[in-house]
Nanobody, 121 residues
Framework: QVQLVESGGGLVQAGGSLRLSCVAS????????MGWYRQPPGKQRELVAA???????NYADSVKGRFTISRDNAKNTVYLQMNSLKLEDTAIYYC???????????????WGQGTQVAVSS
């Protein structure tokens, strides 16, 4: 069974930094894109950043220059380095992966359970 497990969330003061990690496991053959989405309180889930297996990246305008996404293909892991955090970055952050696993013979979207990031003034 495919699992995406996030870690690294927490409470941080504005201007601070956090690093999120997400490990994918469970009979995985291949991973295309991995990424991070977030859902602020009372709002819809939105893309934060994504990265392909080849290393191409895509960022939301609101985080460009502050957040950096990276991945370790050998470890099926994606990271999100978040610097200069702002109050509006407060949200639940979800890991996403489009991958092919033994339990489902097609590329499919999988999600983590989410990790809370809270930025205080």
């Amino acid at each position: 069974q495919v699992q995406l497990v996030e870690s690294g969330g927490g409470l941080v003061q504005a201007g601070g930094s956090l690093r999120l990690s997400c490990v994918a496991s469970g009979g995985i053959f291949s991973i295309k894109a991995m990424g991070w989405y977030r859902q602020p309180p009372g709002k819809q889930r939105e893309l934060v950043a994504a990265i392909t297996s080849g290393g191409s990246t895509n960022y939301a305008d609101s985080v460009k220059g502050r957040f950096t996404i990276s991945r370790d293909n050998a470890k099926n892991t994606v990271y999100l380095q978040m610097n200069s955090l702002k109050l509006e970055d407060t949200a639940i952050y979800y890991c996403h992966a489009n991958l092919y696993a033994s339990t489902r013979p097609e590329y499919y979207d999988y999600w983590g359970q989410g990790t809370q990031v809270a930025v205080s003034s």
